[in-house]
């Protein structure tokens, strides 16, 4: 599904990508961990087509479809998902408005008609329970005064209403409290089928006792050192990053 | 499409005026420039009685005393007061015209204007009056009105109907002598509508009237009248529009509003005259004195949705006369390119208990300057006034300007006065954010500032509302794609 080649990227000449390689088959979850810094971030935005970061080499590929030239919700109405490490306010858009133009945006883009009213509220229904998420929450301003666990969890409502084919989520389980993080990884778990495909991106192990993933890669100063099975996670907990340091540098 | 600062940028200044048709009709249109005898002739034309003349003469002759206001923050080229037609008016409509004699010339453009009187007269609760150029030409709705014994028509229809009520309060509220354009407009105004609400009457509709500048060369001078008797209630909607032209054109309009004992009057305007073109030639001056005065409980919410005019110098405003009345005023004003605007609203608290709203939200983009100006003025005999004034600003790329000028005069020392201010920038992450979720950056910026206005936009009838935000979209982010 996802095809990543020799990807450098670089933001204000300077390069921060340094020649990644990824491949991700439907029904997988990867997940990356990595110092601060080292890139992941990065990644997750050349790969949703944030322009800010040049690509300079290497290629994304979706479905065998180079992404290049295409625009960011191009990309997103191929279904590419990003539940953002920082998500932003929209001060006065309520959620339900936003989730509703982002879907007949969607739908637009691909010829259909908007989503009848009755059809999205049964949608917003039955994700927000999914999610567990009050309804009041949804006529809130997006994220105005969302606390950081908040911000996560409506992160992975809008993944749920939009049901993408490959989801990103950087570090989303980052100011999650014990209780929403079990539920926002069921919500997540719940999504998951052999068709799609999820890109969890995290510092700690505990997502992954939930979201299990099928590979683990590090990422450190802008490339992959290292890839392996779930338990190479759980070595990581135990030892830290600095023998992959060394390793690297060797 | 993603989004830098400098796509923006070009996506802002490719905006064209979607209004900015001319259309052809023939028109009586008088010689340019301005003396008594131009004021006579407007005023002969009209069939006016001799007090109506005279009153005209008294204000030019005012008019002619004083000088053009320059402590507003704009600048433009003055215009030249004798280079312009005082008098336009469109040939084939008669006085006497019901709406299937109005020339079909006129229809198409009723059409174009997205307004077509046709389907505005089924669409119930809206009654319209159409002003194009100098003159007014279709009013519907007259006899459901009738019934309810409303008074809305043409000014010039009232001052032959309702000689007394137009005697009795015109220029109380705007007088001739109140500044240079509402001098001007006092001596020259050609058209407008009146409306008067009866006692206790909820007026079963919204009242309309839409105005436009077609001729070229011409200036439209509209004054309006709306009179809402002791516990009535009106809502009265305003919209603009005026083709593109390289030269500037002039509207100064006077708007008075009487709200009698415990009566209220919503009055909506959407503005939409010609800015004027991405290199800031043409597009029409808007020099409009708006004023409401409110007697004992009686309330005027001023909404405005300000998206055209090159320069626009308008500050709707309230007199607070009686105790317990209330004053609303909430703005939206948009610039893009070289649109300056200064506008704003004036709440005069004299009676006790008396309240204010101001929410104004100024948005900038281009080259633009957006500034508001705000007076809030409690007089000594105004026991616990009280006032809430928010000015939120946002703004568009590194070239444009917001500024706020909150004046707070308060001569006694129970009012209790709050302002606060804001201002932020659409942001790059904002837009990303949106088009990582399928919305492009045209939507984005669409959605964003929609968010923004919300609390005006929702002050608005839901038919202008709609109206409202398209011209919001227009304005930012022109016809890309
Ligand atoms: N717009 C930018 N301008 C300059 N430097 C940038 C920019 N964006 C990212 N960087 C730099 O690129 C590097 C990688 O950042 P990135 O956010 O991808 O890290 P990360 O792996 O996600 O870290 P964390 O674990 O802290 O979230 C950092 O050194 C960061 O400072
Ligand atoms: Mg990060």
Redesign the pocket.
């Not at chain 1, 990595?34 to 990644?43: C, F, H």
């Given at each position: 599904m996802l095809k990543i080649n020799n990807l450098h990227a670089q933001?204000?000449d300077?390069e921060?990508l340094k020649g990644i390689n990824l491949e991700m088959k439907a029904g997988e979850v990867h997940a990356i961990m990595?110092?601060?810094?080292?890139?992941?971030?990065?990644?997750a935005?050349v790969i949703a087509g944030k322009e800010?970061?040049e690509v300079t080499d290497g290629s994304v590929e979706l479905d065998g479809e180079d992404l290049e030239d295409i625009s960011p919700e191009e990309r997103a109405h191929k279904g590419v998902f990003l539940s953002f490490?920082y998500p932003v306010e929209i001060p006065g858009v309520s959620v339900t408005n936003f989730m509703k133009t982002a879907i007949n945006e969607s739908r637009k883009a691909k010829g259909l008609e908007e989503m009848p009213a009755k059809d999205m509220l049964k949608l917003i229904r039955e994700k927000s329970e999914l999610l567990e998420i009050d309804r009041k929450f949804l006529s809130r301003s997006l994220n105005e005064g969302f606390s950081g666990g908040e911000k996560k969890r409506n992160e992975i409502f809008q993944m749920a209403m939009l049901e993408p084919k490959l989801a990103i989520l950087?570090?989303t389980d980052s100011g999650l409290d014990i209780d929403a993080l079990r539920i926002v990884a069921n919500g997540v778990n719940k999504l998951k089928s052999k068709d799609n495909a999820v890109l969890v991106?995290t510092?700690y192990q505990r997502l992954l006792d939930y979201i299990v993933p099928d590979f683990v890669h590090v990422?450190h100063n802008g490339k992959i050192v290292k890839s392996g099975g779930k338990e190479l996670a759980l070595e990581l907990e135990e030892k830290g990053y600095d023998w992959l340091k060394q390793e690297a540098a060797v | 499409m993603a989004y830098t600062e400098e796509e923006l940028k070009k996506e802002l200044e490719t905006k064209e005026y979607e209004y900015g048709f001319y259309t052809d009709i023939e028109s009586d249109t008088f010689p340019k420039g301005l003396n008594e005898d131009i004021v006579r002739a407007i005023s002969k034309k009209k069939n006016e009685p001799q007090w109506m003349t005279d009153w005209r003469l008294e204000a030019f002759r005012i008019w002619e005393s004083m000088e053009e206001p320059e402590w507003a923050n704009v600048n433009y080229e003055k215009p030249d007061f004798q280079a312009i037609s005082y008098y336009s008016a469109p040939k084939k409509a008669d006085p006497n015209k019901t709406l299937d004699d109005v020339d079909p010339e006129l229809l198409e453009m009723y059409r174009k204007l997205g307004i077509s009187v046709d389907e505005q007269k089924k669409l119930q609760n809206v009654a319209v009056d159409i002003v194009v150029d100098s003159v007014s030409v279709a009013t519907t709705f007259k006899k459901t009105l009738a019934e309810k014994g409303i008074i809305f028509m043409p000014i010039s229809e009232a001052i032959q109907e309702h000689p007394e009520l137009v005697k009795k309060y015109m220029g109380t509220v705007v007088p001739k002598t109140d500044n240079f354009y509402a001098a001007l407009n006092s001596a020259v105004f050609t058209d407008g509508s009146f409306c008067y609400i009866p006692k206790g009457v909820k007026c079963p509709m919204e009242l309309s009237t839409y105005f436009r500048i077609n001729e070229g060369g011409t200036g439209q001078f509209e004054r309006t009248l709306v009179i809402a008797d002791e516990s009535s209630y009106v809502s009265y909607l305003e919209g603009c529009t005026a083709p593109s032209r390289d030269e500037n054109q002039l509207h100064a309009a006077v708007v008075e509003l009487i709200a009698l004992d415990d009566a209220e009057i919503k009055y909506s305007t959407v503005q939409n005259w010609f800015p004027g073109n991405a290199e800031g030639k043409g597009g029409v001056y808007n020099f409009v004195t708006k004023r409401a005065i409110c007697e004992k409980n009686a309330k005027v919410s001023w909404t405005q949705v300000e998206t055209g005019s090159a320069v626009t110098w308008k500050y709707p405003s309230c007199i607070l006369k009686g105790d317990n009345s209330i004053g609303e005023f909430y703005s939206i004003a948009v610039t893009n390119n070289y649109q300056q605007a200064d506008t704003g609203t004036k709440m005069i608290h004299l009676g006790k208990n008396t309240k204010s709203t101001i929410i104004s939200k100024g948005i900038s983009a281009g080259k633009s300057q957006n500034s508001y100006r705000g007076l809030v003025q409690v007089g000594s005999r105004a026991l616990n006034a009280r006032n809430f004034s928010q000015c939120d600003s946002l703004l568009m790329g590194n070239e444009c300007g917001a500024h706020t000028f909150p004046y707070i005069e308060a001569k006694n020392k129970t009012a209790q006065i709050e302002h606060e201010a804001t201002t932020s920038k659409i942001g790059e992450d904002q837009i990303f954010y949106c088009n990582q979720r399928g919305i492009d950056t045209e939507k984005a910026i669409a959605l964003i500032v929609n968010g923004f206005s919300k609390e005006v936009l929702n002050k608005l009838p839901m038919e202008f509302a709609v109206e409202a935000q398209k011209l919001l979209e227009i304005s930012l982010e022109g016809s890309v794609g």
């Open positions: 933001v204000e300077k921060i990595g110092p601060n810094g080292s890139g992941k971030s990065t990644l935005s800010n970061f490490q950087d570090e991106i510092h990422l | -």
